[in-house]
């Protein structure tokens, strides 16, 4: 059963007052997130590859970022930034390739990753946190594969937990397919899931132009303890990199608390 807290956001007076206006800011803030992702998308094509062992990773427990549909790591260049200030935690990102024609296919290659993570830094447990697909990949992983036993906290932003009716013409790419709500893989997450012993956040947003209803990106599933985060005022890609919701989405890893935080000055505001 999932809890709900709200976000968010704010912006300068452009587009002007009311739904319109604010559907209008996100928009803006989205292409320009898009363009400036472009630019750094080709810094992010490789997999990262940490090699040896590290015992210095910090107090917390380390972090996995998972990227969206068709994207890289290159998508977490803010937030990745935001997570490891102050050297509390290690954080590392997954590339699964972009080729992946099956959600289970990336979820064990995720597996694989965390196992690694965790015999690298000597954690019995780690977090994770996905945007878009990467997010339903990690979920796939906890719930399905026994990652649950891994991964104390997962964090998703803007995932089709209940899947998405956008773009019916990309149906022919069969990843596209299991994210609809009638999915096979759809139907396995919503089965019955005793025990889980992770605890997941769950950051949705009413201007998401991918998650269709924008509400699908909400967790409600019986037997998980999940906690769901309206934010207001952006859209999709921003999830990934606005400065409120990466405060926020700290606030999630350092506890069991609400992922809600006060506003970082005039920029934004999470309440």
């Known amino acids: 059963m999932g809890l709900s807290t709200p976000v968010s956001t704010s912006a300068s007076a452009l587009g002007g007052g ?3 206006g604010a559907l209008l800011r996100a928009g803006v803030l989205e292409a320009i997130l898009f363009g400036a992702h472009l630019l750094h998308y080709p810094t992010g094509i490789r997999q990262e590859r940490p090699t040896g062992e590290d015992s210095g990773s910090g107090p917390r427990p380390p972090v996995l970022l998972l990227h969206g549909f068709s994207d890289n790591r290159s998508v977490f260049v803010l937030l990745r930034r935001a997570l490891a200030a102050g050297g509390l935690r290690r954080v590392e ?3 699964y390739s972009p080729l992946t024609l099956d959600l ?3 979820a064990r290659g995720l597996a694989r990753r965390v196992e690694d993570l965790c015999e690298r830094t000597g954690r019995e447990r ?3 946190v996905g945007h878009s697909l ?3 990949v990690g979920r796939y992983y906890v719930q399905c594969l026994g990652g649950d036993a891994r991964i104390g906290t997962l964090v998703t932003l803007g995932t089709p937990h209940a899947g998405t009716r956008i773009a019916p013409f990309m149906d022919a790419h069969p ?8 999915s096979s893989v759809m139907a396995e997450l919503r089965a019955p899931a005793p025990g889980c012993r992770t605890r997941y956040v769950a950051f949705w947003t009413e201007f998401d132009e991918l998650v269709d209803p924008p509400g699908a990106a909400r967790i409600e599933h019986p037997d998980l303890r999940a906690e769901n985060v309206l934010v207001t005022g952006i859209g999709h890609l921003a999830l990934a990199a606005h400065p409120a919701v ?3 989405v700290l606030r999630a890893l350092d ?3 609400p992922a809600a935080v006060e506003p970082p000055g005039d920029a934004a505001s999470v309440a």
């Open 18 to 20: 009311g739904v319109s």
């Open 93 to 95: 990102a997954h590339n």
């Open 255 to 257: 506890g069991p608390g």
């Open 175 to 182: 990843l596209v397919r299991q994210l609809r709500p009638d």
């Open 126 to 128: 780690i977090d994770l």
């Open 134 to 136: 990467g997010g339903l």
């Open 104 to 106: 289970r296919v990336a």
């Open 246 to 248: 990466a405060a926020a």
